[in-house]
């Protein structure tokens, strides 16, 4: 019988100086990424400088055990860091232990596909309305184009919100709150702050503009009577009972909507706009995604989902989640003392050639027929952290690219490759996924009215 040789020593750690890891990592992070587990394999110490080094982990076996690890001997991390500031203190992304699972009860069920279908027409409709804007020979950055539909899809599917004025204002303080999060020296400044747990002056006015908002929004829910039959989430939210029969109170509603908000919009969009840069580069994928959109079976839906799992495994735009142990726990043969954090990375766990023959080939195919591994197709992560957000935003995906790619023929206005660089704790691609807008074909008439569900009014 084979027996597992436990080793008491940490993983392996690169040779160079941290600085260096640090610049190549800010610079190019998937390359490094990648050379380190070239040099050191699957499982190794990352050394940041400044940063206490962390285990990384890639292997499905070593995923899987982070994934499947007792939920208590697990917190994530992300309560230290200024996005976990600005999400509140009882944000399920932020929550750890039992607070974290009441919330993730009282939120999953407004995710569910039934209660997201009926949405299908209204984004169809936010995106048609979008690129009605564009005009032939316009140079656009489809990652911003890309952001005003997955926000206003967010503001009427999550927020219900008809309020114009409050719509604008909303947008406009997350614009801003984007922007200084994903600002190079600015952010860096915002993330030692957060070390200390605090936030930057102009980050804490932004977060006080959005609170006026959401609190004002959340006042009005309050005021109607007839939240147990409208169909968006914070109407949802504010009926869901826990087991013990309580409700959200205004604080629990006010961070879970705006975690919802803020990790709801941009990393839908920024896949978005990786699956341009993806698609326009890799012609035969192109041509088969429109040519499945015009004359395949159930309009293409098969090689839509196909496109959409391949975006997802090549660009996943979450490269890295992190949790503390609690507990020690065996990876790759190491045994991991407890108080240590280790970070799954979903980058180079994605574009391994034993689960993805020739992994960074953009090969929608791969999927046609076969469903994603579950410890080896890890966008969303997994267990019990599982992103909530997953069908929403693959569903809200599926609607945009049918839209956008059977409407509009684009080319490149520069065919280098995008390469992926850090946006605050996200891979986009270096200039926004730049396009040219060669044609555009009229709107096409709704199958069903563009009408949100019933009694969402
Ligand atoms: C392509 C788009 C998206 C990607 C790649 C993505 C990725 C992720 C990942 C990797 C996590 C796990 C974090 C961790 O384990 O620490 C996560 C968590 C989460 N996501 Fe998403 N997400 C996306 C879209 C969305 C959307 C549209 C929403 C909601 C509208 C959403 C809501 C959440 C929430 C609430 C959590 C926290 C879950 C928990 O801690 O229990 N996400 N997401």
């Known amino acids: 019988m084979g027996t597992i040789r436990l080793v008491s020593t940490m993983p392996p750690r690169s040779h160079l100086p941290a600085a260096l890891i640090t610049t190549r990592f800010l610079v190019r992070p998937t390359t490094a990424m990648q050379a380190l587990q070239r040099e050191l394999g699957d499982t190794f110490m990352f050394n940041l400088a400044g940063v206490s080094p962390t285990v990384m982990v890639s292997?499905?076996?070593?995923?899987?055990?982070?994934?499947?690890?007792?939920?208590?001997?697990?917190?994530?991390?992300?309560?230290?860091?200024s996005l976990g500031l600005l999400l509140g203190p009882d944000s399920v992304l932020i929550l750890n232990g039992p607070?974290?699972?009441?919330?993730?009860?009282?939120?999953?069920?407004?995710f569910r596909g039934e209660r997201l279908r009926p949405w299908g027409p209204l984004i169809d409709d936010l995106t048609h309305s979008q690129i009605d804007r564009w005009q032939p020979g316009q140079e656009i950055t489809l990652q911003e184009e890309m952001q005003a539909i997955t926000f206003d899809t967010i503001l009427a599917i999550v927020f219900g919100m008809k309020d114009a004025a409050r719509q604008d204002a909303l947008r406009e303080v997350v614009v801003d709150l984007t922007k200084r999060a994903t600002s190079g020296p600015r952010s860096m400044l915002d993330l030692v702050l957060a070390a200390r747990g605090r936030l930057a002056g102009p980050m804490e006015r932004l977060r006080k503009a959005m609170d006026e908002v959401v609190y004002a929004e959340i006042a009005d829910h309050?005021?109607?009577?007839?939240?147990?039959?409208?169909?968006?989430?914070?109407?949802?939210?504010?009926?869901?009972?826990?087991?013990?029969?309580?409700?959200?109170?205004?604080?629990?509603?006010?961070?879970?909507?705006?975690?919802?908000?803020?990790?709801?919009?941009?990393?839908?969009?920024?896949?978005?706009?990786?699956?341009?840069?993806?698609?326009?580069?890799?012609?035969?994928?192109?041509?088969?995604?429109?040519?499945?959109?015009?004359?395949?079976?159930?309009?293409?839906?098969?090689?839509?989902?196909?496109?959409?799992?391949?975006?997802?495994?090549?660009?996943?735009?979450?490269?890295?989640?992190?949790?503390?142990?609690?507990?020690?726990?065996?990876?790759?043969?190491?045994?991991?003392?407890?108080?240590?954090?280790?970070?799954?990375?979903?980058?180079?766990?994605?574009?391994?050639?034993?689960?993805?023959?020739?992994?960074?080939?953009?090969?929608?195919?791969?999927?046609?027929?076969?469903?994603?591994?579950?410890?080896?197709?890890?966008?969303?992560?997994?267990?019990?952290?599982?992103?909530?957000?997953?069908?929403?935003?693959?569903?809200?995906?599926?609607?945009?690219?049918?839209?956008?790619?059977?409407?509009?023929?684009?080319?490149?206005?520069?065919?280098?490759?995008?390469?992926?660089v850090l946006r605050a704790v996200t891979l986009a691609p270096q200039h926004g996924a730049r396009v040219r807008i060669e044609a555009i074909k009229e709107r096409p008439e709704p199958v069903v009215e563009a009408a949100e569900p019933a009694a969402a009014a």
């Open 99 to 110: 607070k974290h699972l009441r919330e993730r009860r009282l939120i999953s069920p407004s």
């Open 222 to 420: 309050r005021g109607h009577s007839d939240l147990e039959s409208r169909s968006d989430m914070m109407s949802m939210l504010m009926v869901a009972r826990d087991e013990d029969g309580s409700a959200m109170t205004d604080q629990e509603l006010r961070d879970e909507l705006v975690t919802l908000l803020l990790v709801g919009h941009e990393t839908t969009a920024t896949s978005l706009a990786w699956g341009a840069e993806r698609l326009l580069r890799t012609p035969d994928a192109l041509q088969r995604l429109k040519h499945e959109l015009a004359e395949g079976e159930d309009g293409g839906a098969a090689y839509v989902d196909a496109t959409v799992n391949e975006i997802l495994r090549d660009r996943p735009v979450v490269p890295l989640i992190g949790r503390e142990l609690r507990a020690p726990l065996t990876l790759g043969g190491y045994e991991i003392p407890a108080g240590q954090t280790v970070n799954v990375n979903i980058w180079l766990a994605n574009h391994r050639a034993d689960t993805y023959p020739e992994p960074f080939r953009f090969h929608p195919d791969r999927f046609l027929g076969k469903r994603p591994e579950t410890y080896g197709w890890i966008p969303f992560g997994g267990g019990i952290r599982r992103c909530l957000g997953a069908s929403f935003a693959e569903m809200e995906m599926r609607h945009v690219i049918r839209a956008l790619y059977s409407r509009v023929e684009m080319s490149l206005p520069d065919p280098s490759p995008e390469r992926p």
């Open 59 to 81: 292997h499905p076996d070593d995923v899987k055990t982070v994934f499947t690890a007792p939920h208590e001997d697990m917190p994530t991390v992300s309560s230290s860091s």
